[in-house]
């Protein structure tokens, strides 16, 4: 038997981060509104949980990205594949992360690829060149570290 997962990380500003990574790594930002406005109707969730942004009500605490080719749920939106969902907590980031993404760029884009994330808002901290291969350490736009190969 598998298991269905997602990739869940810590966050000042959810939704910046689900714009981030969409770009990024050309998924969907997940559009939970219907399943919101359901809630509201119903008395089930208070408007105060939610925000307006890209036009549409979302979750104040919670975005999530999917992979555009994987199914999903037609009234939640939420992923039932490749999926990172970002969640608001009140502390920044301190310390190294301990599990991180790895971006695989084509054969000889690594520098475009690079180029590519800066324009989002990545930060270069350093480029490795071992003998096991090369590959650029980067940071999201809140300090998450990732490399690009």
């Known amino acids: ?22 770009e990024a790594l050309g998924y969907v930002v997940e559009d939970h509104s219907t399943l919101i406005e359901q809630l509201l109707a119903q008395g089930a969730a208070p408007p105060e949980a939610t925000l307006e942004t890209r036009g549409r009500r979302a979750w104040r605490d919670l975005a999530a990205v999917r992979h555009p080719d994987d199914d ?9 594949g490749r999926r990172v969902l970002f969640q608001r907590v009140p502390e920044p980031k301190t310390v190294k992360n301990r599990v991180h993404i790895d971006l695989h760029s084509a054969p000889g884009e690594m520098e475009a690829e ?18 096991g291969g090369q590959w650029v350490v980067m940071s999201d736009p809140e300090g998450n570290e990732f490399c690009v190969q």
């Open 114 to 131: 690079t180029a590519r994330l800066e324009s989002l808002g990545a930060t270069v901290l350093r480029r490795v060149n071992e003998q």
């Open 72 to 80: 999903h749920d037609k009234v939640s939106d939420a992923g039932l």
């Open 1 to 22: 038997m598998t298991l269905h997962w997602k990739l869940v990380i810590d966050s000042a500003d959810p939704h910046a981060q689900a714009d981030f990574w969409a």
